[in-house]
Every structure is written in structure tokens, then in C-alpha cells.
């Protein structure tokens, strides 16, 4: 199925019932897809070809959602590019993509004036909600292009996206995303979560990451997708209240932030059925606070780019036992392995591992990317022995749950001993003060690394580092402890909300820390 199909299906269900929101406007279905099929038909006269790459630069938009569609019908591959990534970062990802036409929101002309002198490739500019300019308004680029659109044309392999993996560890990497690829996500998402006739979608995480990937279950419904253009929680509480929300995403972050507004408990969530979580590991307390006060619908996912979305499922009802209390001991993990996507765990020498046992998690299966863009050598790195390496370090346990310890990169090993960072995180996060912490290791003459951490409060909270110190030497022993805790006032963050730990190791080994105290 190309991304294109999954709205298609939605129209075969009724062309008059609405499809997209952004505040007071709605479009139906009919009325998306004769957009879809004019922006389609306006790329090809334009000149873009089979296979080309169309880039999508935008906050959430359901404009910049009906561009991809129609770049999908055109026969081109979507490009999403991030708006949150630092003009350099972007313009990386441009060369590597090699893309020919960018579709851009006005609010990013500065940003795609700083780069486009420096991208030979891209030879047209689009602006979806404006005139900027150096570039073309949209309706006047539609209509300089009105023809029959040749719905023939399909990118070779089957290619759908490429997607760039963010910068934050080197040059980004261009993970390339087949049709097959997105029909296995769509699928395992439809057979993982409650979801019924036509559900209502919420959108306030990015649509250029998951919570975009997650409307075509939702379109192929014919369900009705709410956007937000940008992240308010108190928005966020009354939407779910005002169009019966039944399905959203939302990073383990900002549910912490739904859990601290003082409108959650007043607002009407009865209408939810799944609320996603993922892209982080969540507190296994605030899970249970947030089954309690939000409801019994919180519905893990755990996947990465080169494997979207759906490599493990924790669905609503495995949040709880067969006599309906809380199921305690599974609330750290990322759920049991998706029908269609084989996980093992396995060593550095390639042998899989037993129950219980830890190492690497890997993956193969329809769900898998088929390579990097342009990047053989990372390729064969990333898929040795026959599956792809996520780079994080887990378990099965007997239950076939898989839990995910820690990044292999962020192992800290002090005294001989390998100690998890986000086990010792989620120690931390059971303190009622700590909003969020992030641990990392620090050369120490004596200990070789020593376990270091920086912690975020939550609002009126107060708690010294040595209490912290003592309340994690409790529950995890002396060696797992840190030997260090800072406060900070908040701690720095990626694009999509990820704590950035290279930061946070950097911040901490300077002569006298910038932020919050030391003991």
C-alpha cells in the first residue's frame, strides 16, 4: 500500500465525513482527497519524477499532511525534515537526501534562506500558508500546474520515506522506509490497540515523528484527525473534551505535564480508548498515577526509526492482571514483541541470548528498514549477523516481555561493575520529588567512571542531593548509587524531547557545574 491508499481507504467509508481539523476548519474526506489529487497531479507537471524526493518542512499543519499524501500519489518519496533541527543539521539532510522540491510553512523562511544557496539539488520552493519571497505561494504553484496526474508511477523498491535519523551523535543518517515497511507498522497498530468505527485522533506531538506515522491506522478507519499546530496542555485536556477524543500520542514528558495540570482532573476523558506513550522510558510511578487519575487506556509503543513504531506493544488491558488490579511488574517494560517482527537478544559474538539473560535487542522481520540512504558501510554495521541492532541493551523475561535497561552506549561500568543508567533513573524517579533525572559516568581515578547524576524537581518540591544520594543506595546498593547528584532547573533536550546526556555529561565535568548543587 503506498501512504496515499491509507487515506483512500478513509474516503471509500464516506467522502462527507471530516478528516482534518486545525481549529475551526474541518475538511471532509472528499475534500482532502481532490486536494491530494491536484497536489499530485501539480508535482508531476511541475517536473518531479518517479522515485524523486519531495521534502515537507512544517509545524503540524493538516496542509503539510495532504502534501505528503499527494507526494505519496505522485510517485515521489516524502522527505519529513524536522523544524526543531538547527539550519545546518537541515541542510545535511537536504544534500544527503538530494531532495528536488521543498513544501515549507512561512514561519521556516529564515531557516531555508540560510541553506538554500548551498543545495544545488532543490530546485523548487513551496510555500504552503503564504508569500514568501524566493519561493512560490501554493495556490499560485497549483495553479500554474493544473493537469491529469499519471497515477502509474511508483518509486522503484517500493520506497515511501526517508527519514533522518537527527544529529545529536554525528552526521544524521537517512533511514530509508519502504511501503511494506509502513503497512507492517499500520497493521501491527490496528491488531495491538483498541480502536473501533471511525476513531478521533488528537495530534499534538510532531507529525514529522510517530504521532504522523500513527494517523494512517486512524485514516484507514475513516477516522477524524484533530491537529494541533502547536504543544498547550491545557488545549490539549479541553480537545479531548470537545470532539471525544479517543486515541493521541504523547512522549512520557508531556504526560507528565498532563499529570501536573490542574485541569486534568475536572476535564471529561471518558471518550478515550488508547493513549500512546513512547520515544522514552516512563516512570513506572506516574504510569500508575496516570492509569488511575487519566484511566485504564495508556498503551505503550517501542520502536525507532529504522524499525517504526512497532517493535514491542504494551496495550492498554497489559497494564493490568486478569482481576483488574495494576500489573506492577510490568509497567517498566516495553511489552511483548509484535506478531510480525521477530526480537532476540543477543551478545557481541552474535549468539542470542536466553530468558532472563542481558545483551543487545535485535530485530528482523517486514518491519525493518532495508538500509541507510546513500550509506552501505553503516548499513552492514547496523544489520551484522542477520538483525538489525538497535543499539539498546534489554531482556526477555519468561512472559516474553521485553524490558530495555539502558542504551549500550550509556552503560556506565565503575569498579568492574556494569551499572544501567535508566535503572538507576527510574530509582530516582520514584522520589516524589524528582520530576526527571538523567545519569551518566564521569572518569574517576579511583572507580574508573563514577554513576553521576542531574535531577529535575517537580514544582514545590525540595530534596538534597545526599537525600537522594541515600534513597537510591537503599533500593539499588552502594555501587549502583551515585557518588554525585546536581539540581538543575531543567535539563537540555533534543528536538523531540529526549534529554540530551551528552549535555548533561559535558555540563557536569566542568571545573565548577553551571547548574543547581553538588554535595
Same mark, same amino acid.
Given at each position: 500500500?503506498?501512504?496515499?491508499?491509507?487515506?483512500?481507504?478513509?474516503?471509500?467509508?464516506?467522502?462527507?465525513?471530516?478528516?482534518?481539523?486545525?481549529?475551526?476548519?474541518?475538511?471532509?474526506?472528499?475534500?482532502?482527497?481532490?486536494?491530494?489529487?491536484?497536489?499530485?497531479?501539480?508535482?508531476?507537471?511541475?517536473?518531479?519524477?518517479?522515485?524523486?524526493?519531495?521534502?515537507?518542512?512544517?509545524?503540524?499543519?493538516?496542509?503539510?499532511?495532504?502534501?505528503?499524501?499527494?507526494?505519496?500519489?505522485?510517485?515521489?518519496?516524502?522527505?519529513?525534515?524536522?523544524?526543531?533541527?538547527?539550519?545546518?543539521?537541515?541542510?545535511?539532510?537536504?544534500?544527503?537526501?538530494?531532495?528536488?522540491?521543498?513544501?515549507?510553512?512561512?514561519?521556516?523562511?529564515?531557516?531555508?534562506?540560510?541553506?538554500?544557496?548551498?543545495?544545488?539539488?532543490?530546485?523548487?520552493?513551496?510555500?504552503?500558508?503564504?508569500?514568501?519571497?524566493?519561493?512560490?505561494?501554493?495556490?499560485?504553484?497549483?495553479?500554474?500546474?493544473?493537469?491529469?496526474?499519471?497515477?502509474?508511477?511508483?518509486?522503484?523498491?517500493?520506497?515511501?520515506?526517508?527519514?533522518?535519523?537527527?544529529?545529536?551523535?554525528?552526521?544524521?543518517?537517512?533511514?530509508?522506509?519502504?511501503?511494506?515497511?509502513?503497512?507492517?507498522?499500520?497493521?501491527?497498530?490496528?491488531?495491538?490497540?483498541?480502536?473501533?468505527?471511525?476513531?478521533?485522533?488528537? #495530534?499534538?506531538? =510532531?507529525? /514529522?515523528?510517530?504521532? @504522523? *506515522? &500513527?494517523?494512517? +491506522?486512524? %485514516?484507514?478507519?475513516?477516522?477524524?484527525?484533530?491537529?494541533?499546530?502547536?504543544?498547550?496542555?491545557?488545549?490539549?485536556?479541553?480537545?479531548?473534551?470537545?470532539?471525544?477524543?479517543?486515541? #493521541?500520542?504523547? =512522549?512520557? /514528558?508531556?504526560?507528565? @505535564? *498532563? &499529570?501536573?495540570? +490542574?485541569? %486534568?482532573?475536572?476535564?471529561?476523558?471518558?471518550?478515550?480508548?488508547?493513549?500512546?506513550?513512547?520515544?522514552?522510558?516512563?516512570?513506572?510511578?506516574?504510569?500508575?498515577?496516570?492509569?488511575?487519575?487519566?484511566? =485504564?487506556?495508556?498503551?505503550?509503543?517501542?520502536?525507532?526509526?529504522?524499525?517504526?513504531?512497532?517493535?514491542?506493544?504494551?496495550?492498554?488491558?497489559?497494564?493490568?492482571?486478569?482481576?483488574?488490579?495494576?500489573?506492577?511488574?510490568?509497567?517498566?517494560?516495553?511489552?511483548?514483541?509484535?506478531?510480525?517482527?521477530?526480537?532476540?537478544?543477543?551478545?557481541?559474538?552474535?549468539?542470542?541470548?536466553?530468558?532472563?539473560?542481558?545483551?543487545?535487542?535485535?530485530?528482523?522481520?517486514?518491519?525493518?528498514?532495508?538500509?541507510?540512504?546513500?550509506?552501505?558501510?553503516?548499513?552492514?554495521?547496523?544489520?551484522?549477523?542477520?538483525?538489525?541492532?538497535?543499539?539498546?541493551?534489554?531482556?526477555?523475561?519468561?512472559?516474553?516481555?521485553?524490558?530495555?535497561?539502558?542504551?549500550?552506549?550509556?552503560?556506565?561500568?565503575?569498579?568492574?561493575?556494569?551499572?544501567?543508567?535508566?535503572?538507576?533513573?527510574?530509582?530516582?524517579?520514584?522520589?516524589?520529588?524528582?520530576?526527571?533525572?538523567?545519569?551518566?559516568?564521569?572518569?574517576?581515578?579511583?572507580?574508573?567512571?563514577?554513576?553521576?547524576?542531574?535531577?529535575?524537581?517537580?514544582?514545590?518540591?525540595?530534596?538534597?542531593?545526599?537525600?537522594?544520594?541515600?534513597?537510591?543506595?537503599?533500593?539499588?546498593?552502594?555501587?549502583?548509587?551515585?557518588?554525585?547528584?546536581?539540581?538543575?532547573?531543567?535539563?537540555?533536550?533534543?528536538?523531540?524531547?529526549?534529554?540530551?546526556?551528552?549535555?548533561?555529561?559535558?555540563?557536569?565535568?566542568?571545573?565548577?557545574?553551571?547548574?543547581?548543587?553538588?554535595?
Amino acid at each position: 500500500m503506498r501512504l496515499s491508499d491509507y487515506l483512500d481507504k478513509g474516503v471509500s467509508l464516506g467522502r462527507d465525513a471530516p478528516c482534518l481539523t486545525m481549529g475551526d476548519d474541518t475538511r471532509s474526506y472528499g475534500e482532502v482527497y481532490d486536494r491530494t489529487m491536484t497536489i499530485a497531479g501539480a508535482l508531476q507537471r511541475t517536473g518531479i519524477d518517479t522515485g524523486d524526493r519531495v521534502a515537507v518542512l512544517s509545524a503540524n499543519d493538516p496542509m503539510a499532511l495532504m502534501c505528503v499524501f499527494g507526494i505519496s500519489r505522485a510517485g515521489a518519496v516524502w522527505c519529513p525534515i524536522n523544524p526543531r533541527n538547527e539550519a545546518d543539521e537541515n541542510r545535511q539532510l537536504f544534500d544527503l537526501f538530494g531532495c528536488r522540491l521543498l513544501f515549507f510553512q512561512s514561519a521556516f523562511a529564515d531557516l531555508v534562506a540560510r541553506i538554500r544557496d548551498q543545495l544545488p539539488a532543490l530546485q523548487w520552493l513551496v510555500c504552503i500558508d503564504g508569500d514568501v519571497p524566493g519561493a512560490v505561494s501554493f495556490e499560485q504553484w497549483l495553479a500554474d500546474n493544473s493537469g491529469e496526474l499519471d497515477p502509474r508511477r511508483r518509486p522503484a523498491d517500493g520506497l515511501a520515506m526517508i527519514a533522518g535519523t537527527g544529529g545529536t551523535t554525528g552526521t544524521p543518517k537517512g533511514v530509508r522506509l519502504t511501503e511494506e515497511n509502513m503497512m507492517v507498522s499500520t497493521a501491527t497498530a490496528l491488531m495491538s490497540y483498541p480502536f473501533g468505527d471511525r476513531p478521533r485522533y488528537l #495530534a499534538l506531538a =510532531p507529525l /514529522t515523528h510517530s504521532a @504522523g *506515522v &500513527l494517523t494512517f +491506522p486512524i %485514516l484507514s478507519l475513516g477516522g477524524h484527525v484533530v491537529v494541533m499546530p502547536a504543544p498547550d496542555i491545557g488545549k490539549f485536556l479541553s480537545l479531548i473534551e470537545h470532539h471525544g477524543i479517543t486515541h #493521541a500520542f504523547l =512522549p512520557p /514528558t508531556v504526560i507528565y @505535564g *498532563v &499529570l501536573d495540570h +490542574p485541569d %486534568l482532573d475536572s476535564t471529561d476523558l471518558t471518550s478515550l480508548r488508547c493513549l500512546w506513550y513512547g520515544a522514552a522510558p516512563m516512570s513506572p510511578t506516574r504510569l500508575e498515577e496516570a492509569l488511575a487519575r487519566i484511566g =485504564p487506556v495508556l498503551g505503550q509503543l517501542f520502536g525507532q526509526t529504522e524499525a517504526p513504531n512497532m517493535i514491542a506493544v504494551l496495550s492498554p488491558a497489559e497494564h493490568f492482571r486478569d482481576d483488574g488490579s495494576i500489573a506492577t511488574e510490568r509497567l517498566a517494560s516495553a511489552g511483548r514483541p509484535t506478531p510480525l517482527t521477530t526480537v532476540a537478544i543477543m551478545d557481541d559474538r552474535g549468539t542470542v541470548l536466553g530468558r532472563g539473560e542481558r545483551g543487545e535487542i535485535v530485530v528482523r522481520g517486514p518491519l525493518v528498514m532495508p538500509g541507510y540512504h546513500e550509506n552501505p558501510d553503516a548499513t552492514a554495521e547496523v544489520s551484522t549477523f542477520g538483525w538489525h541492532h538497535t543499539g539498546d541493551i534489554g531482556y526477555l523475561d519468561d512472559d516474553n516481555y521485553l524490558f530495555v535497561v539502558d542504551r549500550a552506549k550509556d552503560m556506565i561500568i565503575t569498579g568492574g561493575f556494569n551499572v544501567y543508567s535508566a535503572e538507576v533513573e527510574q530509582a530516582l524517579l520514584t522520589h516524589p520529588a524528582v520530576k526527571e533525572s538523567a545519569v551518566v559516568g564521569l572518569p574517576d581515578d579511583k572507580w574508573g567512571e563514577r554513576v553521576t547524576a542531574a535531577v529535575q524537581l517537580r514544582p514545590n518540591h525540595v530534596v538534597s542531593g545526599e537525600e537522594l544520594i541515600a534513597f537510591v543506595k537503599e533500593r539499588l546498593g552502594s555501587v549502583k548509587a551515585p557518588k554525585q547528584i546536581q539540581i538543575w532547573d531543567d535539563l537540555p533536550r533534543s528536538k523531540v524531547g529526549k534529554v540530551l546526556k551528552t549535555e548533561v555529561r559535558s555540563t557536569m565535568q566542568l571545573p565548577s557545574p553551571s547548574k543547581g548543587t553538588t554535595p
